[in-house]
């Protein structure tokens, strides 16, 4: 039964490979883009073990070594960046959590205003194409009155990937009319595990295999509906994930310094914002006093990171693994630091190599065992837009990587 499979998959592969040789030179008039967002996988995961689909798509169509998240290398700015091809200072999503000075904290929101640059599914209908997205970060509310003419909504961590690969196919089979041609999806990918055990855990493997088995049945369920000719698949993450071991409570660190601020950790940073922010040097002087830590006042936030924005901390602390700021504040802060927080975090300095994600594409316009080197996650709305032959969204300051414009 073993041989036959690897029989049946050799034959598919040789048949792909065809297809999408031809498919990479001939680009079709309606085309579709399927983007996959799968949450928490690095760069290097792939490697890990036996992955059909993902090993489908490096081989017969390509994969970057590696997809730069933004800074933070967080869920909620990754996602934001990945749909708007623009940066945090930008787009406003400073990190899973945050403080506007004027609606005040941000946790983990799943509504559209709190973005400030236009997102790809909005883009899209806006130049007339149809958009379907399942929990994209911002996708649950209208963006300034246009959303996707297809959403799954609100957020659910409870529905499975089999679930969301259904769906899909069940969009692609409606009538022409009512089909979307941008699809959205974001899966569970190895984050949770990879929080829980850390990133080179054995179990990081086994859940990356289960959802490789779904992203296998969406490509069989491409292939038995022939649309390789008109259909991209781009698979990528939010951010990779690194070891740590030590946390740090940076509210504890300034009162020991005499100065009262309210710290909004991210895991391998940490937005503070002071009780008086005249303070800041003071408080930059404290924290940069620990071994591995890094403090910036906003405006000294290094313009490389693209993260100073209104809703930065008065003071922004980063980390280097394997010290972490662990979610919780008061007590929780406390006992969290105390048992070094989770194994597994992101959050760092988005120059780590192991903060960096996947990027494969494999169908229309994808050139056959191609590679793109190094792909930054603002580059990812650009080529989508390219390949479905639209403009990018207004803000976007990205590359195409693939397309007709592509370099």
Do not use: C
């Not at 979610?327 to 006992?335: E, I, M, Q, S, T």
């Amino acid at each position: 039964m073993r041989a036959r499979r690897a029989v049946d998959r050799l034959v598919r592969s040789i048949a792909a490979a065809a297809l999408l040789g031809w498919a990479g030179a001939t680009l079709a008039a309606e085309p579709t883009v399927v983007l996959l967002s799968l949450d928490g996988v690095r760069h290097d995961d792939l490697g890990r073990g036996d992955f059909p689909a993902l090993d489908r798509m490096a081989r017969d169509g390509a994969r970057a070594d590696g997809l730069v998240p933004p800074f933070p290398s967080n869920t909620f700015p990754a996602h934001v960046t990945l749909a708007t091809g623009t940066h945090p200072d930008r787009h406003g999503i400073l990190g899973n959590r945050f403080v506007d000075p004027e609606r005040g904290l941000f946790d983990y929101s799943g509504e559209a205003d709190w973005i400030e640059a236009e997102p790809l599914w909005v883009a899209a209908e806006r130049q007339g194409i149809r958009a379907g997205v399942i929990f994209w970060v911002g996708s649950e509310s209208d963006w300034r009155g246009v959303g996707a003419s297809l959403r799954v909504a609100p957020f659910d961590s409870g529905i499975s990937e089999r679930e969301k690969t259904d769906r899909i196919l069940q969009w692609l089979d409606l009538p022409a009319a009512e089909r979307p041609r941008l699809v959205l999806s974001w899966w569970h990918g190895v984050d949770s595990v990879a929080h829980r055990r850390g990133p080179a855990e054995p179990a990081v493997a086994d859940q990356l295999a289960s959802q490789d088995a779904e992203l296998e049945r969406l490509l069989a369920g491409i292939d038995a509906r022939g649309l390789w000719k008109d259909l991209t698949l781009i698979a990528v993450s939010d951010h990779g994930m690194a070891r740590a071991g030590r946390g740090v409570n940076a509210e504890r660190v300034l009162r020991d310094a005499g100065i009262a601020g309210r710290a909004v950790p991210g895991g391998g940073m940490a937005h503070v914002y002071l009780e008086k922010p005249e303070q800041a040097a003071a408080a930059v002087k404290a924290l940069d006093t620990m071994p591995g830590i890094a403090a910036y006042t906003r405006d000294t936030l290094p313009g490389r990171l693209r993260a100073r924005h209104r809703r930065t901390g008065d003071v922004v602390a980063i980390a280097k693994p394997p010290l972490a700021f662990p979610g919780g504040r008061g007590l929780l802060a406390n006992v969290a630091a105390w048992f070094g927080g989770p194994p597994g975090v992101h959050g760092y300095d988005p120059e780590l190599p192991e903060m960096h994600g996947i990027f494969l594409a494999l169908g229309r316009g994808v050139p056959v065992g191609g590679r793109l080197g190094t792909v930054q996650a603002v580059d990812v709305a650009p080529t989508v837009a390219d390949l479905l032959g639209m403009a990018p969204p207004a803000d976007s300051e990205g590359l195409p990587r693939l397309g007709k414009n592509a370099p």
